[in-house]
């Protein structure tokens, strides 16, 4: 089992920015893959940014590059850093992680993202 803990939500007026964090337990499973994803009310829940402990990593089309995933590893720690925000991206954001892209089985539970326009 892992436990993850996100913190950096909050509220923010648009074009600014909010820096998010997941850090995850001290935990024998291989957490090499970390990804955020968020959802909206009334919307389902959709992947934004994901990344490898490779360094490799995955964007959503609607990020734009406005967003920055990276991880330290060592930490067992990985941040979202989040800029140009839009009220579009208010929405709760999970952080989700696995041992590899097409297994994460492990959920944050969320910190809420509130773009005022």
């Known amino acids: 089992q892992v436990q993850l803990v996100e913190s950096g939500g909050g509220l923010v007026q648009a074009g600014g920015s909010l820096r998010l964090s997941c850090a995850a337990s001290r935990t024998t499973f291989s957490i090499n893959v970390m990804g955020w994803y968020r959802q909206a009310p009334g919307k389902e829940r959709e992947l934004v940014a994901a990344i490898h402990n490779s360094g490799t990593t995955k964007y959503a089309d609607f990020v734009k590059g406005r967003f920055t995933i990276s991880r330290d590893n060592a930490k067992s720690t990985m941040y979202l850093q989040m800029n140009s925000l839009e009220p579009e991206d208010t929405a709760v954001y999970y952080c989700?992680?696995?041992?590899?892209?097409?297994?994460?089985?492990?959920w944050g539970q969320g910190t809420q993202v509130t773009v005022s326009s």
């Open positions: 989700n992680v696995g041992s590899s892209w097409y297994n994460t089985p492990f």
